[in-house]
C-alpha cells in the first residue's frame, strides 16, 4: 500500500493489480483497456453471480535476439498471445480494485492501462527507475540550475520486485483458503493431474475469494493507517455500481 501510495495512480494501480490479481510482468503490460472491468455473469441458486474482471489473451515478451550464427543482439519487446497453458484467462476483481481501476481507465488515455505515461511499454530498466526508489529509498536532491529539488525517501521494502508481488497474490490466496481449481485459475497456471477434468471453480469459491482479498486489502491499509489513496478516491463508498 505504502509502495503504491508513494508512486502515485498510474503506476501505483499497476503494483496493486499485481499483487491482487497476480498478473505476470508481461501480461500487465499487455492488458489493454478494452479487457479490464468487463463483467462476469454466471447463475447461483435463485440469482446471478456478477463481477468485474480482467480478461488477459495477450502479453509482452521482452527477450535478446540473436543473428544467424549465434551472436547475442539487442533485446526486443514484443505483444504475443498468452500460452494455452492455463495463462489466457479471466481474473475476478476486488471491489475496491475495480474502483480503482474505473478512475484509472477514466484518467488514462492510452490503450495500455500500464503503460508508460507516454502510452509505450515499459522496459525493465526505465520500470526500475521508477520502482526501486520507492521500494528501496533515495537520497535528498537539491536543487540547482537544471536540476529539480527531490525529497528524501525512506525505504519501504527493499529487493521488493513486481515477481514478488505476483508469489504475495498465491501467498494471499492460499492464506483466505481459495479452492485449488479456482487458486490455479486465477494464477493462470494448468492444475496437475486427473482433478483437473473433474473440479471447476464455482460462484460460491468465486465469492469467498473476492470478500477475503478484499478484507486483507482493508486490514493492510488500517495497519499503515491510510483510508485513501492518493487522496483522491474514497474507497469506503461500496462499488456496488460496478455490478450494474
Not at 454466471?42 to 446471478?48: C, I, K, N, T, Y
Amino acid at each position: 500500500m505504502l509502495v503504491a501510495e508513494r508512486l502515485g495512480p498510474a503506476i501505483g494501480v499497476h503494483v496493486l493489480a499485481t499483487a491482487f490479481t497476480g498478473l505476470r510482468w508481461g501480461e500487465g503490460l499487455g492488458l489493454h483497456r478494452d479487457n479490464v472491468l468487463l463483467m462476469r455473469r454466471q447463475p447461483w441458486g435463485a440469482g446471478e453471480f456478477v463481477c468485474p474482471i480482467l480478461r488477459v489473451v495477450e502479453e509482452y515478451a521482452e527477450y535478446q535476439e540473436r543473428d544467424e550464427r549465434g551472436r547475442k543482439k539487442g533485446y526486443v519487446l514484443k505483444l504475443e498471445p498468452t500460452k494455452n497453458d492455463g495463462s489466457t484467462r479471466d481474473v475476478d476483481v476486488p471491489p475496491f480494485l475495480a474502483v480503482l481501476l474505473r478512475n484509472h481507465r477514466q484518467d488514462w488515455p492510452h490503450e495500455r492501462p500500464f503503460s508508460t505515461p507516454s502510452g509505450t511499454p515499459w522496459r525493465r530498466g526505465n520500470w526500475s527507475r521508477s520502482f526501486r526508489p520507492a521500494c528501496d529509498g533515495r537520497e535528498e536532491r537539491s536543487k540547482r540550475q537544471g536540476v529539480a529539488y527531490r525529497a528524501a525517501w525512506e525505504p519501504i521494502l527493499p529487493g521488493l520486485d513486481m515477481r514478488a508481488l505476483r508469489a504475495l497474490h498465491d501467498t494471499m490466496q492460499s492464506e483466505i483458503g481459495v479452492k485449488e481449481p479456482l487458486a490455479f485459475e486465477a494464477a493462470g497456471h494448468r492444475r496437475p493431474g486427473i482433478k483437473r477434468h473433474y473440479q471447476r471453480p464455482t460462484p460460491a469459491m468465486r465469492a469467498e475469494r473476492l470478500d477475503g482479498l478484499e478484507s486483507v486489502f482493508w486490514k493492510a491499509m488500517a495497519n499503515v493507517g491510510l483510508r485513501t489513496l492518493w487522496g483522491r478516491v474514497d474507497l469506503m463508498k461500496h462499488p456496488t455500481e460496478l455490478i450494474s
